[in-house]
Structure formats: C-alpha cells, structure tokens
T-cell receptor, first 107, second 115 residues
Framework: AQRVTQPEKLLSVFKGAPVELKCNYS??????LFWYVQYSRQRLQLLLR??SRESIKGFTADLNKGETSFHLKKPFAQEEDSAMYYC?????????FGTGTSLTVIP | GAGVSQSPSNKVTEKGKDVELRCDPI?????LYWYRQSLGQGLEFLIY????????KSGLPSDRFSAERTGGSVSTLTIQRTQQEDSAVYLC?????????????FGEGSRLTVL
C-alpha cells in the first residue's frame, strides 16, 4: 500500500518565487512525518520533522491531518534549494519514503 | 568517523556475479536499515536490524538478496547472481534505536552497476 505520495517528480521555479512540494500520506494512527533532502553529490539528510514545528533554511511544513498532507513550503526559493526532496512517514520502527521530487530553482 | 560509512562507493559487476556491500553505522546506533534508491522509484525498503532482534526482511525483493549484521555493528548486504535490474544505489541508514523519535542518518550509498 502506498503510504507516502509525492505527486510531482519534477518541479521548477524561478529564484525568489514561492515553492511548495506536495506530500500526502496514508496512515490511520498518529503519524510522524519528515522531509529529507539530497543535494547534488551529498548524502540524504534530514531537513525537518513535523514534531519540531521548526523552520529550516526557510522551509516549513505543516501537518494537516484532515487532508493527510505534509506539504513543504518556502516563500522565496533560492538557487541552493535545488535538490531532491523526499517525504517520509515513520510508523513504529519503519520509515516509508515517497518517490521524491526533484526541485530546480532557475536563476 | 562521525557518519555512516558505506563501501564500496561504486561497484561495476557482470551479470551473474555476487556482490557484497558494507555499512559501518554511527557508534551507538542500534537500528540499521538498507534501502535501494532507483530513478523514479524513490527509496525502497530492503531490510531492518534492531539490536539482537530478528531482522525485518520483508522488503528483500528476492532470495538472491540477504544481509547480516555482525555484533550489532557492521552490516553486509549480499546480492547473489546479480541481474541488470539490481543496478541502483544502495543506501544504509542508522538511528539510535527503538522508542526514540530520532531521525535516520544516511550513508553516501553504494552505486551498483550490473552489466
């Protein structure tokens, strides 16, 4: 069963424009959600998690249980945001990842 | 080192050969995961180790795939009789352990190419 859906494989925005990377999940319990990012030639790393309710590198993500979504947003995209982004759901000891969205920020 | 270490970083092999991929976890991390990363497929879970418990092998795609974790530390993923569809990046990730909301820490991956 697909637990995490990222509908956009590719997303391009201009520098300074707002960006939203979509993530929907399927889980009946209380989810723990994460966004991971992989910059070019770097390892996959945590960007943010919903329980921290933090903003990292200008990105925020709000858990919407009604819509079962955890979209990642940034008001003004920067070139250095170009990367692959993965949404992940943790249930127990298992982590389920979406298929990823490749973000390109056009100068 | 401070991070998850994987070797080799790149492996090219011929179809039908066996390969071993190694993962050195962060010290003290009892949970260890193997994932396969393919273009357009995201991260596919393969296997999970937690301490001395029996591993969760539910993600292994076939019996050609196996993994061990010796002494609760280093892990080896073995692919026997490799096929071209096994070509992918194999990622190892670790975290501190059960009951903690901690994140996964990833290695840089082992890129496998089967000719």
């Amino acid at each position: 069963a697909q637990r995490v859906t990222q509908p956009e494989k590719l997303l391009s925005v201009f520098k300074g424009a707002p960006v939203e990377l979509k993530c929907n999940y399927s889980y009946s319990g209380s989810p723990e959600l994460f966004w991971y990012v992989q910059y070019s030639r770097q390892r996959l790393q945590l960007l943010l998690r919903h329980i921290s309710r933090e903003s990292i590198k200008g990105f925020t993500a709000d858990l919407n249980k009604g819509e079962t979504s955890f979209h990642l947003k940034k008001p003004f995209a920067q070139e250095e945001d170009s990367a692959m982004y993965y949404c992940a759901l943790r249930t127990g000891n298992q982590f389920y990842f979406g298929t990823g969205t490749s973000l390109t920020v056009i100068p | 080192g401070a991070g998850v270490s994987q070797s080799p970083s790149n492996k090219v092999t011929e179809k039908g050969k066996d390969v071993e991929l190694r993962c050195d976890p962060i010290s003290g991390h009892t949970a260890l995961y193997w994932y396969r990363q393919s273009l357009g497929q995201g991260l596919e879970f393969l296997i999970y180790f937690q301490g001395n418990s029996a591993p969760d092998k539910s993600g292994l795609p076939s019996d050609r795939f196996s993994a061990e974790r010796t002494g609760g530390s280093v892990s080896t993923l073995t692919i026997q009789r490799t096929q071209q569809e096994d070509s992918a990046v194999y990622l190892c990730a670790t975290r501190r352990g059960v009951g903690n909301t901690g994140e996964l820490f990833f290695g840089e991956g082992s890129r496998l190419t089967v000719l």
